[in-house]
T-cell receptor, first 108, second 117 residues
Framework: DAKTTQPTSMDCAEGRAANLPCNHS???????VYWYRQIHSQGPQYIIH???NNETNEMASLIITEDRKSSTLILPHATLRDTAVYYC?????????FGTGTRLQVFP | GAGVSQSPSNKVTEKGKDVELRCDPI?????LYWYRQRLGQGLEFLIY????????KSGLPSDRFSAERTGESVSTLTIQRTQQEDSAVYLC???????????????FGDGTRLSIL
């Protein structure tokens, strides 16, 4: 699976959009981009995934660049409960390979 | 509907004892995964079951670790002769399997926190 690079930490004001970047410059054509988050003492929570096209669901939007070498997860109106570690994963096999993720802190 | 259920949520045991951890996947999910997460670290893949296929055991750290799954339901992860280094959160995930396999998200339980004294 391709390696991903994410910032170690980010801050976001409550009510504002949180934009979490991810670089995956070595991604290959059949690899999906997945986003999970992990809130303290809980298991990882699936957020969204995509291959080429931008995706949106009730939790977030995923914007994938045309060359697929990077992506951005957007939480449109961050709340305090969105404080978590966010993992960007590039996957073409059964297992998920988690990196160190981005620690997002949402503040009042 | 119900998510992935793991039991016990916490387990404390003495070094050298055997432990058995249980995972109930989401109904209808044919794929089941076990991961381990040590304190402050990311998830490590342990083992993967898919239907009647031979499991992918490539992530098991030693022969003290084993796992079983009955059909497409419950799975148990067994650690024999536990060591202090086995202390971690053990996470189970399940998924549907679509074409290509990697297009179906894995859904995780909240894990079993194992502490070896």
């Amino acid at each position: 699976d391709a390696k991903t690079t994410q910032p170690t930490s980010m801050d976001c004001a409550e009510g504002r959009a949180a934009n979490l970047p991810c670089n995956h410059s070595t991604i290959s054509g059949n690899e999906y981009v997945y986003w999970y988050r992990q809130i303290h003492s809980q298991g990882p929570q699936y957020i969204i995934h995509g291959l080429k096209n931008n995706e949106t669901n009730e939790m977030a939007s995923l914007i994938i660049t045309e060359d697929r070498k990077s992506s951005t997860l957007i939480l449109p109106h961050a709340t305090l409960r969105d404080t978590a570690v966010y993992y960007c994963i590039v996957r073409n096999t059964d297992k998920l390979i988690f990196g160190t993720g981005t620690r997002l802190q949402v503040f009042p | 509907g119900a998510g992935v259920s793991q039991s016990p949520s916490n387990k404390v045991t003495e070094k050298g004892k055997d432990v058995e951890l249980r995972c109930d996947p989401i109904s209808g999910h044919t794929a089941l995964y076990w991961y381990r997460q040590r304190l402050g670290q990311g998830l490590e893949f342990l083992i993967y079951f898919q239907g009647n296929s031979a499991p992918d055991k490539s992530g098991l750290p030693s022969d003290r670790f084993s796992a079983e799954r009955t059909g497409e339901s419950v799975s148990t992860l067994t650690i024999q002769r536990t060591q202090q280094e086995d202390s971690a959160v053990y996470l189970c995930a399940s998924s549907l399997v679509g074409a290509g396999g990697s297009n179906q998200p894995q859904h995780f339980g909240d894990g079993t926190r194992l502490s070896i004294l």
